[in-house]
């Protein structure tokens, strides 16, 4: 009996172990992101400063000299939040431009793609699967592809340099009708059918019925899109010609030497609403993926 | 539950708040895209007069009120002050000088008053004339003396003595600008401070008499300061604008600051947020590179007034541009110059085109325009490549992709067809290899208007006569001298891997069946020649000169383009004997190369209006223009006949009488040197063997051309071995396998 | 009857009202462009637009740096996307047996989705840097300097990137899919002593298939996404081995060869459908038979 419990005991901690060593892994990236935003810019350039050093192609070059990954700044420096916040409002611009462009997407999205997934989920027929395979096949096409089409599009319908180019595309992105309607095709047809003979009409089954049991998928879908634009790097670069309505991702993106410990700063007050979202979402995350709610799994 | 609500109740809050903040930000939006509009409907049309007496130079100009221009007018010595009025009437102001005295420069108080910087030499002309004197003359505007304010020569510290500028503030201390520094008279002539600035100052103007503000090029950027008198010292003044090199400022009676920003005309009142966009110059043929000064006007006429250095003669010009309807201006057809930089010869040749031209206009469209970074300026102009919304006219040496690139996507026009079917144009009149420069496969790609041939320049004692060596000769030649000997000047093995791929790198593709071999002894080679360099050199300013250090024979090559003969005499000098521009190592071929030097242009398939476009390249291969380079270094002309004047030119002695009146040849060019200029070059007119010799150099370079990405890799990768983390070999054979690649998705 | 198949006929109509906002979108802004990449495929510029059927194709398909591109992707999905299934499987069983820090631990796994793709680089950059971090770890095991972004080892950087930036999504989806699993089965298994391979294999997998399928396929969409952090990480021409099919996409795209590009889309999409259609049908079959 003893010895089963001391096996028990040694199997449940090294387990954790296990799951230690891969949550260091895991984990290291985003620490590093936060410690060094707290390292002056000196200590950042001669840490990283030979990984970056470029030549004047402007090639990335590669120095021989010790590159030091630092998890602990020598000295705590609020310099880089400093210039970020209060020297150079354009960092916070251009962070209100990323909420103006991805929180109209996320949320006009979700109220597309619920609707979609509704329709693709009822009466079921061989039009309706080779369109959401359609759908399927769209949502795989890498961006460089469709991006030159989505320029000409977007300038015959007078759309180039506005938000407009980058809010319509993706509101109607088949992403989220596709993970949507993934959930929704799990929900019993037993719990439609009884409300549909109770008298329910098409638009009362789809309010009362589907909706709710979709809110943590959506939850969850909200999140998953929200990540994607919130990193969006091409479209914006494309499209709005005017960089005063390019989203902090785009600065992101391209970090030149001497902006090293700015963009870990950047990158720090980036994750801010990524993370709000993870913490309020993160429970949807693992309940809204499976339809838990009716018979079966 | 309560979370799920908060999150949902956040989302639409976020939701709201960037539908309302777009809506906000919208109706901001449009407010620039209306002014746009309202600027578009507007142009301001230009009228333009020589200034001038007949016989006298125009030497320094200041802008009185309501648009009077006074100007001081030279001839043989003797200098008088006019005044030009906004009627066009132009009439002098009688100035009584003394003996020896001239007006050096004009300025004004905050009366209307005028301030004269008078000067008294020595004695007057010649090379040696010593400033003696220097009053400040306050006078009416009708000429009455108000007041002279003698300061003897208590600001003259050198030879190099020279007022740019004069102004008085409202508390009555005159400002003086020198060249590098300000000085400050108080009314009895005493001096109160000399500011310096330790560098050249480009304006100083006074702010509505109040403040005193003075603009130089600073550490890192151009800069604006305030003169802090009590101080005795500038201080910085607090703009959100920022100025660039080339930036002209002044004080505006209707604004506190006018200044010009590349092609655009601003204004400033201190405290905005923003300065005011007035009118881009080269919408009213002006080129903003010639401007010395402008003003607004109470009705809206901007009065400008620049001077044009590219013909034999200065021209002083005075433009009055008044704001019209745009309905109210004949059309003309518009054509578009794309480009990713404006330099300052595009910028002539275009308003030149314009000036002349009465069917069509060039815009230029500066893909750089805001502050974008280069892969967003690639992006746009890609994208508007290909989708057929290009300009008419592509700028070559700025354009962000390459020859190839176009060619291969069908953008560039074939301009052989033009060129044999216009009667006013003859290929035979045209320097071949600069033709060839931009030709591919028997098609002509793009036009330029004038050259410069990239060398290497030694002494033919040390490299011999020949017209080309290979990299064995050089590293003989390296291995023969002493160890402290450097064979260039200031050259990293950066620089100079760079300097061999220029004219080599192409030999290690074989475009035609896509492969490479970076990875024989050829190209490692090279690599190993690039190692023997230093990793970093720093510039050592108090160091040698490269003249000392040829002369001592420490230095052996200077790597150099040559755009004219003086240039070539120049070198002559600096060597010190018969020299050889033996061009870049290569095995065999012509070493040299021929490198636009000016207007290079290509016209895009999608033009509507070629025929505009061609109008364009005639006008830059014309002969006037041909003829009149802007300025002595500007490269050779391509049109044989004007190269052929410009070496007459070249080779044909001026002569000039000295104080004594004795005759002596005038310098075609003088060049100085070293730290403080002790090294002075003059060149005179040229030989005709130094005339042959450049025409020959000419006839047989050939044409520069290495892939960028190419390039990038190759720097990319060699690094590596720079550093010692590889050997040559393993760079070399990464550099082959991330070339091949390349190459194959060229194919 | 009658009544019941015109409500049917009502129903399937009012369906289609429900998915005509995203039809009526996806048509503007996802089928059209997708002509418009099939236009561009057959002319022979975008400038002339003279027909060349497909010649396009034909010189996509003979390009070597295209096969390279096509056949280091398919390598590397081949290797990454069923690493990424079976190890986020096993995190999700593990976090599933009765273990402490439970949920803290899943969080953690979920935050490389937060990282900024800028940081991801960066970092990347210094870890995998010739004097970085892992060739430090390594030279204590007394193993030699590895250049990792320009030698065969490449490739191993990007799946352990790709790994690291997945595993934590598709360890939720698995965890979520083991929770629905009837507890009344597994207890029924253990109490007839299944051994404990027997229930992994024969009651989890097969609740499970329904979610491998559809993590393979999140997982495949995933492998296209990373290629960003890809491009970032190795320059427009990389180390052959590492060159992917987005490294061709996009330089063709950089030198405006729309044509090429449309073409090599074109291919890929179709590869695509395969892939998908034959994971679409087997999630229908595998799907139906847990069902019932």
Redesign the interface.
């Known amino acids: 009996m003893r010895k089963k419990k001391v096996k028990i005991f040694l199997k449940k901690w090294s387990a954790v172990l296990i799951a230690a060593f891969f949550a260091i892994l895991f984990l290291m990236p985003i620490i590093l992101t936060i410690t060094n935003s707290f390292m002056a810019s000196s200590e950042i350039s001669s840490n990283y400063g030979q990984v970056f050093a470029s030549g004047s192609t402007g090639g990335k070059t590669y120095i021989s000299e010790k590159v030091n990954l630092k998890f602990i700044p020598d000295m705590v420096s609020f310099s880089q939040y400093i210039t970020v916040l209060l020297k150079s409002p354009d960092y916070l611009f251009k962070f209100w431009n990323s909420v103006i462009l991805v929180a109209p997407i996320v949320f006009f999205q979700l109220m597309v793609a619920v609707l979609a997934s509704y329709g693709f989920t009822r009466y079921r027929g061989r039009i309706k699967e080779i369109i959401f395979f359609t759908y399927i096949i769209l949502m795989l096409m890498p961006y460089q592809v469709t991006l030159v089409p989505n320029y000409l599009v977007s300038s015959w319908l007078h759309l180039l340099d506005t938000r407009w180019a980058i809010w319509l595309p993706g509101i109607f992105s088949p992403f989220a009708v596709y993970l949507l309607t993934k959930f929704m095709r799990r929900i019993p047809i037993s719990v439609i059918e009884a409300a549909q003979i109770d008298g329910a009409g098409e638009w009362q089954i789809f309010r009362r019925i589907c909706l709710p049991l979709c809110k943590g998928c959506l939850c969850s879908v909200a999140i998953l899109v929200f990540i994607d634009y919130w990193n969006m790097v091409e479209q914006p670069l494309i499209l709005l010609s005017d960089d005063t309505m390019h989203p902090l991702s785009v600065f992101l993106s391209k970090i030149k030497n001497g902006e090293i410990g700015l963009a870990f700063a950047v990158a720090t007050i980036y994750m801010i609403p990524t993370l709000l979202v993870f913490l309020y979402g993160e429970d949807y995350l693992v309940e809204g993926i499976t339809y838990q709610g009716g018979i079966k799994g | 539950m309560k979370?799920?609500n908060?999150?949902a109740a956040?989302?639409?809050v976020?939701?709201t708040?960037?539908?309302a903040?777009?809506g906000g930000?919208g109706k901001e939006e449009n407010v620039p895209e209306a002014a746009e509009s309202a600027k578009d409907d507007f142009i301001y049309v230009a009228e333009y007069e020589t200034l001038g007496e007949e016989g006298y130079m125009v030497g320094n100009v200041m802008s009185g009120d309501e648009g009077t221009i006074y100007f001081v007018g030279g001839k043989d010595n003797q200098t008088k002050l006019f005044v030009r009025k906004m009627d066009g009437s132009q009439e002098e102001i009688p100035v009584d000088l003394a003996e020896n005295t001239v007006i050096s420069v004009i300025g004004k108080d905050t009366e209307g008053n005028l301030l004269l910087g008078l000067e008294t030499y020595d004695q007057l002309g010649g090379m040696e004339s010593k400033t003696e004197n220097v009053t400040i003359r306050k006078i009416s505007p009708d000429g009455t003396v108000l007041q002279d304010v003698d300061t003897g020569k208590a600001m003259v510290k050198d030879d190099s003595f020279y007022m740019q500028s004069l102004l008085e503030d409202k508390d009555g201390n005159y400002y003086v600008c020198l060249q590098n520094s300000i000085c400050v008279i108080k009314q009895d002539g005493q001096p109160y401070c000399e500011i310096d600035v330790g560098t050249y100052i480009g304006s100083m103007f006074s702010v509505k008499g109040e403040k005193v503000l003075v603009s130089y090029f600073g550490d890192v950027a151009y800069e604006v300061q305030e003169v802090d008198l009590a101080g005795k010292r500038l201080k910085a003044l607090d703009v959100p604008i920022t100025f660039e090199y080339g930036t002209y400022l002044s004080g505006g009676e209707l604004a506190d600051i006018l200044y010009t920003v590349g092609t655009k005309l601003y204004t400033y009142n201190l405290g905005d947020e923003e300065p005011v966009e007035i009118l881009n110059w080269v919408d009213s043929d002006i080129d903003s590179g010639n401007l010395r000064d402008f003003q607004i006007l109470a009705d809206s006429r901007v009065v400008a007034f620049s001077m044009d250095w590219s013909s034999d003669e200065p021209k002083a010009e005075l433009a009055v541009l008044t704001k019209k309807n745009r309905a109210e201006v004949p059309e003309k057809t518009v054509l578009t110059y794309g480009t990713t930089y404006i330099p300052y010869f595009a910028k002539a040749d275009v308003v030149a085109f314009n000036k002349q031209s009465d069917k069509y206009r060039i815009e230029i469209k500066d893909y750089s325009e805001?502050?974008?970074?280069?892969?967003?300026i690639?992006?746009?102009w890609?994208?508007d490549?290909?989708?057929?919304n290009g300009p008419d006219i592509i700028d070559m040496v700025y354009s962000p992709?390459e020859l190839e690139?176009l060619v291969?996507?069908?953008?560039v026009e074939d301009l052989n067809p033009y060129l044999d079917k216009d009667a006013d144009m003859n290929r035979e009149d045209y320097v071949e290899n600069a033709l060839k420069a931009y030709e591919e496969d028997g098609k002509l790609y793009a036009v330029m208007r004038c050259f410069g041939v990239e060398t290497m320049i030694g002494k033919e004692s040390d490299i011999g006569t020949g017209t080309s060596w290979t990299l064995d000769d050089v590293m003989a030649l390296m291995d023969s001298k002493e160890s402290d000997v450097e064979l260039f000047e200031y050259t990293t093995k950066?620089n100079a891997l760079q300097m061999m791929l220029a004219i080599n790198g192409d030999k290690f593709v074989d475009e035609e069946n896509?492969t490479c071999h970076f990875n024989d002894g050829e190209f490692i080679k090279i690599l190993e020649f690039a190692n023997r360099f230093p990793q970093e050199v720093t510039y050592d300013q108090n160091g040698p000169s490269d003249v000392e250090k040829i002369r001592k024979g420490k230095l052996l090559l200077l790597k150099e383009t040559v755009t004219s003969v003086q240039q070539y005499q120049l070198y002559e000098n600096k060597f010190g004997g018969a020299i050889n521009m033996i061009g870049y190592p290569t095995s065999g071929e012509s070493g040299t190369m021929i490198t636009p030097n000016g207007t290079t242009v290509a016209m895009n398939?999608?033009s509507k209006n070629k025929e505009g476009v061609w109008e364009f390249m005639k006008f830059l291969l014309d002969q006037e223009r041909q003829e009149n380079l802007q300025s002595a270094n500007a490269g050779f002309p391509v049109m044989k006949s004007a190269l052929e004047k410009q070496f007459e030119k070249d080779m044909t002695a001026e002569y000039y009488e000295d104080a004594d009146g004795t005759k002596k040849e005038m310098p075609k060019a003088t060049w100085t040197s070293g730290a403080s200029g002790e090294v002075t070059v003059e060149v005179f007119a040229a030989s005709q063997e130094q005339v042959d010799r450049i025409r020959q150099m000419i006839e047989t370079a050939g044409a520069a051309r290495i892939d960028?990405?190419i390039?990038?890799?190759i720097?990319?990768?060699s690094?590596?071995y720079f550093?010692?983390?590889?050997k040559a070999e393993d760079a070399a054979g990464?550099i082959q396998?991330?070339?091949?690649?390349?190459l194959?998705?060229?194919? | 009857m009658k009544r019941d198949k015109n409500k049917r006929k009502r129903g399937r109509k009012i369906s289609s009202i429900f998915l005509a906002p995203s039809i009526l979108g996806v048509l503007v802004f996802f089928v059209l462009p997708f002509f418009v990449v099939i236009f561009y495929s057959v002319v022979d510029n975008p400038i002339n637009h003279q027909f060349v059927f497909l010649d396009n194709f034909k010189m996509v398909f003979t390009n070597a740096a295209f096969r390279q591109a096509a056949s280091n992707t398919m390598k590397f999905s081949a290797i990454a996307v069923p690493l990424a299934v079976a190890l986020s499987l096993g995190l999700a069983m593990l976090l599933d047996s009765k273990m402490p820090f439970k949920s803290q631990f899943r969080t953690f796994f979920l935050t490389p989705m937060m990282v900024p793709i800028a940081s991801i680089v960066l970092i990347w950059q210094v870890l995998f840097h010739y004097n970085g971090m892992v060739n430090d770890i390594t030279s204590l095991f007394g193993m030699g300097k590895i250049d990792w972004l320009k030698s065969d080892h490449a490739q191993i950087v990007i799946i352990v990137l790709f790994l690291w930036k997945n595993l934590g999504y598709n360890m939720i989806l698995f965890m979520a899919a083991l929770s629905s699993i009837p507890k009344d089965i597994l207890e029924v298994a253990i109490l007839e002593s299944a051994k404990p391979w027997q229930i992994f294999w024969f009651i989890k997998i097969r609740y499970l298939s329904s979610t491998l399928l559809f993590v393979t396929i999140m997982s495949l969409i995933n492998s296209f996404k990373v290629f960003r952090e890809i491009y970032l990480l190795t320059d427009d021409y990389p180390y052959p081995t590492v060159y992917m099919m987005q490294h061709f996409m996009n330089n063709t795209f950089g030198k405006l060869d729309y044509q090429r590009l449309s073409a090599a889309a074109i291919m890929m999409s179709l590869v695509m459908v395969v892939i998908i259609g034959i994971l679409f049908l087997a999630e229908n079959y595998f799907g139906r038979d847990v069902e019932g």
């Open positions: 979370i799920r908060w999150l956040g989302i639409v976020i939701t708040l960037a539908l903040g777009c930000k805001g502050d974008k970074d280069y892969e967003t690639v992006s746009l890609s994208a490549m290909s989708s057929g992709v690139e291969s996507m069908g953008v950066y896509g398939v999608n960028s990405q390039f990038s890799i720097i990319d990768e690094q590596s550093d010692g983390q590889k990464l396998e991330r070339v091949q690649v390349y194959n998705e060229k194919r």
